[in-house]
């Protein structure tokens, strides 16, 4: 049996914080044989703190990237772009929609009730893509210099390809102009041929390409 301790916490005012630890540490010593180490990390010299690292801290909260439609108290804004520079915005988005052989067949050969899927779906994406604004809320009104709606259909995944364009010259991104216009497009497509299938999916809505503005030129890793 391990001998009792002679003192575990020290209770008289007279003795400090110090006095207290090294108690602890002898009564350590006594029952398992060698005293604890001095410090957490268990080495006996104090590691040095960096003097800059509060500094490289603040600097990287400051780099974060920020939400900017999220104010400093944390609401719902659209962000103020008067200060920035005018240049050319363009982008490139696409989407997929997978349809089925059987849904693929009818598309391929014009004969969906409705009409010509593809022409329809073009024209909507168009539209789309100028009533963006409209759409998504906190997105400024832009002028667009030019829209376009490509679609093509993949017959070994039996899908429709969709690749839309947006282009401005104006102080903010037309990212989600072209993203509105692939998406209403694939959507479009889905109710042209819905009588025909309901298990129709649209999927890989994503950006592409970006050419402009403050973080310049940016194109997705294939």
């Not at 772009?81 to 089925?100: F, N, P, T």
């Not at 970006?210 to 030129?217: A, F, M, T």
Request: hydrophobic share 35%; charged share 25%; net charge neutral.
């Amino acid at each position: 049996m391990l001998p009792k301790s002679r003192r575990l916490f020290c209770s008289s005012s007279s003795h400090d914080l110090a006095s207290t630890i090294a108690e602890l540490n002898k009564e350590m010593e006594f029952v398992f044989g060698e005293a604890p180490p001095t410090s957490i990390t268990g080495s006996s010299e104090s590691q040095p703190v960096s003097q800059d690292s509060e500094f490289i801290s603040t600097e990287n909260i400051k780099n974060e990237s920020k939400l900017t439609h999220v104010s400093v108290k944390g609401e719902a804004q659209m962000v103020d772009v008067s200060h920035k520079d005018i240049s050319k915005r363009v982008a490139i988005a696409s989407c997929k929609v997978i349809l089925g052989k059987t849904v693929y067949d009818l598309v391929s050969a014009n004969h969906i009730a409705k009409g010509d899927v593809l022409s329809v779906a073009k024209i909507a994406g168009i539209t789309g893509a100028k009533q963006t604004s409209n759409l998504i809320p906190l997105c400024h009104n832009i002028d667009l210099t030019h829209v376009r709606v490509d679609l093509r259909l993949n017959h070994d995944k039996y899908c429709v390809e969709i690749e839309g364009e947006a282009a401005s010259t104006g102080k903010t991104g037309v990212e989600m102009e072209a993203m509105t216009a692939v998406t209403l497009a694939g959507l479009t497509v889905y109710d042209m041929c819905k009588a025909a299938s309901k298990d129709i999916q649209i999927t890989d809505v994503r950006l592409e390409h970006k050419i402009g503005g403050k973080s310049g030129n940016w194109s997705r890793e294939k």
